[in-house]
């Protein structure tokens, strides 16, 4: 961050306070506010539209021209050329590995796959049909019950071990998640496959016969991992750093992460576009759900479509509708109803002028319920699917976090509009 001049605020009866301004490598520059105590006032900004609350060398979103680049890296290069392990490695230690350093990477991330088996028990307390995102909530969380020996946020080595636990597990559970809805029995990972491929495996093989995963639905889904691996300073990533800013432990802030993720308009979203969907039923309805979506006195919103960031195409849903494309043509099901209603939904949405003006285009959402749909993965998990893939993210921005200078714990101010000081009243004096 380098300075750039100041801005000057006046207030009051002729005051005013000079506010340093900064720069950073690219995109808007900052006005440093933290001086503003000396005017007795707060600054005012609900749900942060306006706030960097931190520096970050990690993630950088251009919402106006739709760009997405992870450590400097344009999202679509890293969805064609790299895989979710090597995309791991680059947000984690900021630059692309070596041969040799993605081996030991991969490596070292195949041999945690495993959880301590005791953990097996948390299922057995849930319903059956508890919604996964619930269940991985719980069980991430408890993950700090066993793992005590690396609990120091201070010490670098912990964090990196605690890192990759997180990373090797996270699928683990995620499939057990779904195992257990459908009362098969778990699958343990298997070493010899690819991050993607041993989460696939974990979901649909069987103790019975040989699974062999598709390379074409693999490389698919680990595009999908890849695609929705970090954002910068979205929701549950902030969920992430402001538990970590109280020294909470790293299992307990990516629990809190998953938590926040599971809203439908974060996360959630793409199970909610599946639902809208099939909603929708038949192209002939569209029009009728796009004048809802346009009806102020009407709370129903096209999910996966806007973004509070990009005001252009997100990225990623380009991506996402090439991926659809490729898997629904592996599977056959290039004629797949839902893939061409959701097609003809984005045809329309994006020549009405509502869309146009408001600049709502569709999101990484909007597509990925499709693809996930094809690869059999139900709609209950997509969400944990998407919680699996910022998990590199969230742990991420909170070592991020915790390694910066900066950096106290997070407590923001506020507005006061209630009542003014009054005292006690005894009950039969009131009404
Ligand atoms: C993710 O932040 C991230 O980076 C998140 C994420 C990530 O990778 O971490 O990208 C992942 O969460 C993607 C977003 C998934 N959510 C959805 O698809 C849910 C549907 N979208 C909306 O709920 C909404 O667009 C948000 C929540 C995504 C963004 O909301 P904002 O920025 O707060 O925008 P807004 O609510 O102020 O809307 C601006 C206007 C409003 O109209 P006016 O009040 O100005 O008249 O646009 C309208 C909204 O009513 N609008 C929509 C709409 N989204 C916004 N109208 C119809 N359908 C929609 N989807």
């Known amino acids: 961050m380098k300075s750039n001049g100041k801005a000057?605020?006046?207030y009051g009866d002729g005051k005013s306070v000079d506010l340093p301004v900064y720069s950073g490598s690219i995109g808007p520059d900052v006005i440093d506010i933290r001086s503003l105590g000396q005017t007795g006032m707060f600054t005012y900004d609900p749900g942060f539209l306006a706030t960097a609350s931190c520096q970050s060398a990690i993630t950088y979103i251009d919402g106006d021209a739709g760009l997405l680049y992870y450590r400097g890296y344009p999202i679509e290069q890293l969805a064609q050329n790299a895989d979710f392990m090597e995309v791991c490695y680059l947000l984690l230690n900021g630059e692309l590995p070596t041969a040799s350093q993605r081996a030991a990477f991969e490596s070292n991330i195949r041999s945690h796959t495993?959880?301590?088996?005791?953990?097996?028990?948390?299922?057995k307390g849930f319903r059956r049909d508890a919604h996964p995102m619930a269940v991985m909530v719980g069980v991430v969380g408890a993950l700090s019950a066993f793992y005590h020996d690396a609990l120091s946020i201070t010490n670098a080595e912990h964090r990196a071990i605690s890192a990759t636990r997180l990373l090797a597990k996270v699928p683990t559970i995620a499939a057990m998640c779904y195992r257990y809805n459908t009362g098969l029995p778990f699958m343990y990972p298997r070493n010899d496959l690819s991050y993607a491929a041993n989460f696939l495996y974990m979901m649909f093989a069987t103790p019975c016969e040989e699974y062999v995963p598709n390379p074409v639905l693999v490389r698919?889904?680990?595009?999908?991992?890849?695609l929705h691996a970090d954002h910068e300073q979205n929701a549950s990533t902030s969920t992430v750093r402001l538990a970590g800013s109280s020294g909470a432990n790293p299992f307990a802030c990516i629990a809190a992460g998953i938590a926040a993720l599971w809203g439908p308009a974060h996360g959630g979203?793409?199970?909610a576009v599946l639902k809208q969907l099939s909603e929708i039923g038949d192209v002939s309805q569209v029009g009728k759900y796009i004048a809802r979506a346009k009806d102020k006195n009407d709370s129903f919103r096209l999910m996966g479509f806007g973004h509070r960031v990009y005001k252009n195409m997100d990225p990623r849903a380009g991506v996402m509708r090439q991926t659809c494309h490729e898997v629904l043509t592996e599977l056959g099901l290039h004629d797949d109803p839902m893939f061409k209603l959701a097609l003809e939904l984005e045809r329309i949405a994006l020549e009405d002028d509502y869309f146009i003006s408001k600049k709502l285009y569709p999101n990484v959402d909007f597509y990925s319920g499709i693809v996930l749909r094809a690869l059999g993965i139900p709609v209950s998990m997509f969400t944990a699917v998407f919680a699996l893939g910022r998990t590199v993210g969230w742990i991420t921005q909170w070592n991020e976090m915790i390694s910066d200078p900066e950096q106290k714990i997070?407590?923001?101010?506020?507005?006061y509009v209630g009542p003014p000081k009054r005292d006690w009243v005894p009950v039969n004096r009131r009404g």
């Open 220 to 226: 698919a889904f680990d595009r999908i991992l890849t």
């Open 269 to 271: 979203a793409n199970e």
């Open 410 to 415: 997070g407590r923001p101010r506020q507005l």
């Open 114 to 123: 495993m959880v301590h088996d005791q953990l097996t028990n948390f299922f």
């Open 8 to 10: 000057v605020l006046t």
